[in-house]
């Protein structure tokens, strides 16, 4: 079945460093998601990728789905003690998703 | 987004009880609903997914006698824990999915389950 790994599964960073996941699918996504959440929290919606190429920004947030549709990355750009938490990616597969393990990010002050 | 609530946020019970924890689709008629759960530090796992006027579909190793889901509306879906055990302790999350150009899911704020 549909696989989907994400790395690295921690990131520590001093806060005003940058911080990228990676999000890889063992087959081709249609489209893939990714969530935040935050510690004692549930999943949000952050984004969606449908296109093959596509690059999306959400302020300091940098999302990109690879050409063949199997990798996606999420960069956050001058990380923030906002931005802890555990960014999942989701790929879908016959009308549910699958997620990442996420990587938990951790923000020194 | 979705609106999507659960109850309870959390509860506690004892060894061979049965819990039962809605979620309810606050702001549009979800056909379908997931139950997921997720251990600490730890991704979420597809539980099931619940269709409305029609049986549940589970994932494989779950116990679809011990996890009782029930869809009875376009708005709600439960998850009744039977005969709960300490090792079924864990954070259920419910979401219900949004069809459209590509699916989206929305999440509940989870349900924390201790059994004693």
């Known amino acids: 079945g549909q696989q989907v790994m994400q790395i690295p599964q921690y990131q520590h960073v001093q806060e005003g460093e940058d911080f990228t996941t990676y999000c890889n699918s063992s087959t081709t996504l249609s489209n893939i998601q990714w969530y935040k959440q935050r510690p004692g929290g549930h999943p949000v919606f952050l984004i969606q990728l449908v296109k093959s190429g596509e690059v999306k920004k959400q302020k300091r947030l940098t999302f990109q789905f690879g050409e063949a549709k199997k990798n996606s990355s999420l960069h956050i750009t001058a990380t923030q003690t906002t931005d802890v938490g555990t960014y999942f990616c989701a790929g879908p597969g016959a009308g549910k998703s699958t997620f990442g393990d996420g990587t938990t990010l951790t923000v020194k002050p | 987004g979705a609106v999507v609530s659960q109850h309870p946020s959390w509860v506690i019970c004892k060894s061979g009880t049965s819990v039962k924890i809605e979620c309810r689709s606050l702001?549009?008629?979800?056909?379908?609903m997931f139950w997921y759960r997720q251990f600490p530090k730890q991704s979420l796992m597809l539980m099931a997914t619940s269709n409305e006027g029609s049986k549940a579909t589970y994932e494989q190793g779950v116990e679809k006698d011990k996890f009782l889901i029930n869809h009875a509306s376009l708005t709600l879906s439960t998850l009744t824990v039977t005969s709960a055990h300490p090792e079924d302790s864990s954070f259920y999350i419910c979401?219900?999915?949004?069809?459209?150009?590509?699916?989206?899911?929305?999440f509940g704020p989870g349900t924390r389950l201790t059994v004693l």
């Open positions: 979401s219900t999915l949004k069809v459209g150009v590509a699916d989206t899911q929305y």
């Open positions: 702001d549009f008629q979800a056909t379908t």
